[in-house]
């Protein structure tokens, strides 16, 4: 795994420029770094790094906001009785119109949702009854890179345990979605933080399986939300544009073949929505209408 403060040095020290972070250079380079890490993850649909989210209906409430990092929407459901009923969507604005003129008096579950502008989602029927987190939309998230490394002071952390405890106070809940590894032992692993709990405390999203104690050293980390095998592309496409600019096409074309290879053997292992962490539901019920509608919603 790479962290942004990895691939920056990686990138600095290829061009030869300084990675301190005071140059035009590494401004381009973050930029660089980042607009590769969107074709990355472009090429895939995103599939490896898909988000859910979940929102309270309201009754007689049509347009709910979406999450801020929510890039595209690629499935909603609605819950209701513990069942999950797919929600289909309507891409026309023209027949979201329409379609909002017939009556649905007797239909309480939502059947189809439209994006409208960039942040709500809109759903038919309006809902007729509150209920908690009943709205489960997934979604393709915007993620961008830049912070440095945190590796101040020590941290403890058991085997088995979520918690990780800290030395001093250097915690923020911004930290949410980085990466932690420990430090000075073989083959650790990189742990995602789930939650904050306090300015010296978090918790992991999986158990810690390695060697707990106190007085560890660490790294939290901004991650790129790809695998790490392909992580090096960013590198490469970052070093292409700098010696583009240069005028050193030569050198610039070296970077170039080996940033494409990458990003081929990425699209091949990963445009599949097989290998995503969120897969999408097998779309097997579509409910009409003009049928007999799913149970209502209850809260």
Request: with cysteine; aromatic share 14%.
């Amino acid at each position: 795994m790479y962290t942004f403060s990895n691939l920056i040095a990686r990138t600095a020290d290829i061009c030869g420029f300084s990675s301190s972070g005071d140059s035009q250079d590494f401004t381009n380079a973050k930029q660089d770094i980042n607009q590769a890490l969107k074709v990355f993850k472009n090429q895939a649909r995103r599939y490896w790094s898909r988000k859910q989210a979940a929102a309270n209906l309201i009754n007689n409430q049509q347009y709910y906001e979406l999450p801020p990092d929510a890039v595209r929407v690629t499935e909603v459901y609605v819950n209701s009785n513990g069942l999950n009923y797919p929600v289909k969507q309507v891409s026309s604005e023209y027949l979201w119109n329409k379609i909002n003129v017939i009556p649905a008096i007797t239909i309480n579950v939502p059947t189809y949702y439209f994006i409208r502008g960039r942040n709500e989602i809109g759903l038919w029927p309006i809902p007729s009854a509150n209920a908690t987190n009943a709205l489960n939309v997934s979604y393709e998230p915007q993620l961008e890179i830049g912070v440095a490394d945190v590796t101040a002071g020590t941290c403890t952390v058991g085997n088995g345990s979520t918690t990780v405890t800290f030395s001093g106070n250097i915690i923020d809940p911004t930290m949410v979605g980085r990466w932690f590894q420990v430090q000075g032992r073989y083959n650790e692993q990189w742990y995602q933080i789930a939650t904050y709990d306090s300015a010296n405390s978090f918790e992991l999203e999986n158990f810690y399986g390695g060697y707990g104690s106190g007085g560890l050293s660490y790294v939290i980390g901004d991650c790129p939300d790809i695998p790490p095998d392909y992580q090096l592309g960013l590198v490469y496409y970052a070093a292409y544009n700098f010696f583009l600019k240069r005028k050193d096409e030569e050198t610039a074309m070296l970077h170039w073949n080996n940033y494409q290879q990458l990003l081929t053997m990425y699209r091949e292992a990963y445009a599949s929505k097989t290998t995503g962490i969120v897969q999408n539901q097998t779309d097997r019920y579509r409910y009409s209408i003009f049928l007999i509608p799913p149970p209502p919603i209850t809260s």
